[in-house]
């Protein structure tokens, strides 16, 4: 019963595709083709510009169509970034769009179903035809007319024309309906090697990124190290120094010195615990991300508002990535942007095909309880302040690490920073990264 209503459903599918979907690419082609003849004036841009949504559009419908029709894994789109930070970012990313084999894929798919539509509502005007031919010895006539011809043929022969023009009708719809079905979910549902493909290459993405954090953050040491620590630790030994030689000599001067060198040592173990702080945060991993943010906030000479919602622990790389992003975006804010307020909001969420409750809902962790980071369930920041804004991502600057770092526990970083403000940071991150 469920194959033959998934059937009846896919007929009623190409009949309607039949009619409005050739139009529908159509019109697609000709804005293309109008648009590149007219590039020389801004219509041609604006052409095009509405030809790449129709055709996402129509992407979108193929895709969430075959989703509803049999029930598929259809993967969602996916509207790729560049990595790029100079000028070229938003055609590059335009680019790496339009050159996706998943849109085009869609749209054969939408084109082929279309064809077989074209074909579909001649087979259904046969099976409409055989059924009155089929009935047609009940009459008193000698002979009937064949309808939309002007052939008269014996009543005794209409039951079989009609039984064969039915039977051919009902076996085309059928065969057209299961090759729809084949060819589109062969088309928009990966197979084992392609989804193995993207694994490779979504793990070979990760490590990078993986690899190029570590080594920004080996930068940032050596540097902190170099620039800040070392300078003063020579320091002390030069204000030591100079007091051994003085203290026979000149004692007040002597101690002078000392004191200076006590008070320079108090500095570099303060800095000392901050680079470590950088490296690991204890508190993080004993108290979690929302006391470790909280005592980010704490010591930020900006007002910072906390807003954290978790009903779970989530991994402990994928809450260092988080909490390193919150860190370095209120540092960034303090720094350049002028800022006088930030808030910080954190999440956890839950995927669609994660566990719901009988209302459909997200299933909510018991109170008392911490529930272990389920595989559908993502952790998300969104760090804004009021400051000047025009941040950009450059290489090997704070944000492209950070980004690294995301990327490298197969997550994502949103930068959103118009001139005038406000700059906001969006982090998502898989909870069991």
Sequence with gaps: MQRTGTILATVAHLALLGSMGIPVLITIVVLTATGIGTLVVLVGFLLLALALLLMFAVAWFERERIAGL?????????FRDSPRTDWLRVPHRLLRIVTDGQHWRAILSFFLASVFGGITLPLLGLVGLGVPLALAGLGAAETVTI?????????EWAPLLGILALAAGVAGTIGLAIAHRNVTVGLLVPDDRERLEQQARDERDRRHGAVRAADLDRTRIERDLHDGVQPRLVSIAMQ?????????ADPEGAKALIEEAHASSKSAVTELRQLARGIHVAVLDDRGLDAAVSALAARSPIPVEVDARLDRRCSRDAETAVYFAI?????NAQKHARASRIRVAIRTR????????????????QPGTVPAAHPHATLWARIEDDGIGGAERQIGGGIDGLAHRVAGVG???TLTSPAGGPTAIEVTVPCAS
Excluded: C, K, N
Aim: charge should be negative; charged fraction near 20%; hydrophobic fraction near 40%.
């Design 350 to 365: 839950q995927e669609p095909d994660g566990p719901t409750d009988a209302q459909g809902q997200v299933a909510q962790a």
């Design 327 to 331: 860190a370095e975006a209120i540092t």
């Design 147 to 155: 309808p939309l011809t002007s052939f008269a043929a014996p009543v």
């Design 411 to 413: 997550g994502t970083l």
């Design 70 to 78: 049999y029930r598929a894994p259809v993967p969602p789109a996916v």
């Design 240 to 248: 030591l120094g100079m007091a051994r030689d003085r203290i026979e």
